[in-house]
């Protein structure tokens, strides 16, 4: 019986996390998301989610290898993990690309501010990994629920596009 419990968290822990960050996965994003929007609508309408997409992360496979991409995936993941506040959500979708859900309090534009000022400075954080020093980047595209969409998939597709403005910004 114990062993068969052990197996079943083993599984559902499995289909809700990514495999190399152990963060919570894309299906957990979509749970969590779902959660939090069916709460009563003034606690809803108080949430911002954030897509970042690595800056120059492809030239770190490309010079160092996948092996030394996956360490720095899986300590950025851990990063980004220890930088959620209580009750925030962050999630790996894939790649180099990760979600996170904030709660918003008082002044949402001054809050998301600071939470995207603060999921940049871990991110950009300088690594030392296989006697190698490694900087990457981030580029954040924000969108507000219910303002920017009333379900995840708008959402995303808001967040992603503010994303990509930002990093063709940094591109010039």
């Known amino acids: 019986m114990e062993h068969e419990e052990r197996e079943r968290r083993r599984s559902e822990f499995e289909a809700q996390h990514d495999k ?6 894309r299906t957990a994003l ?19 989610l954030l897509f970042i997409d ?10 160092y290898g996948h092996i030394v991409g996956d360490e720095v995936l899986m300590l950025l993941a851990r990063r980004l993990g220890h930088g959620m506040r209580q009750g925030d959500f962050v999630a790996r979708i894939g790649g180099d690309e990760f979600v996170a859900l904030i709660k918003l309090e008082d ?6 501010d600071i939470v995207a000022g603060k999921l940049t400075d871990l991110i950009e954080e300088p690594m030392h990994l296989k006697n190698i020093n490694i900087q990457v ?11 920017d969409g009333k379900n995840l998939s708008d959402l995303m597709a808001s967040a992603d596009a503010r994303m990509y403005t930002v990093k063709r910004s940094r591109e010039r």
């Open 54 to 63: 690595l800056d120059g992360f492809k030239a770190i496979n490309d010079k």
């Open 20 to 25: 190399l960050t152990q963060l919570p996965n």
């Open 137 to 147: 980047g981030a580029s954040i595209g924000l969108a507000i629920y219910p303002d």
């Open 107 to 112: 002044d949402a534009s001054k809050m998301t």
């Open 30 to 48: 979509e749970s969590r998301f779902s959660e939090v929007s069916k709460q009563e609508p003034a606690r809803a309408a108080r949430m911002a």
